[in-house]
């Protein structure tokens, strides 16, 4: 019986050590579209080959809001064939609101 709870527990602490090892993927570049109805970002990635990419938004944590033409920094994870936002920062708007405070 204490091999089978040692072995169990092992498969355990296996599970949950990947999902800590599982980094989000970070993605720079301009916003293309944003539709709050949606919740969907369309960002232009800075890096080669600059591909379109479509994140949801749905539960991630937002500064301000992306526009059209704002530069944005956005941490996600795929899931299923599609990207998920965990966090989104507006680097535009960053910058606008440091510039004000001066």
Known sequence: MKSVQRVAMLLLGAF???GCL???KVLQ???VSYSEETRMLVVKDEE???EEVAISLAGAEIGA???TGDLVRVAY???GGRSRALRVMNLTRQK???KSGD
């Open 16 to 18: 949950i050590l990947q």
């Open 22 to 24: 599982t980094a989000p």
């Open 29 to 31: 570049g301009t916003v």
């Open 48 to 50: 080669a080959p600059n």
């Open 65 to 67: 809001l992306p526009e």
């Open 77 to 79: 994870v795929e899931e």
């Open 96 to 98: 606008e609101l440091q």
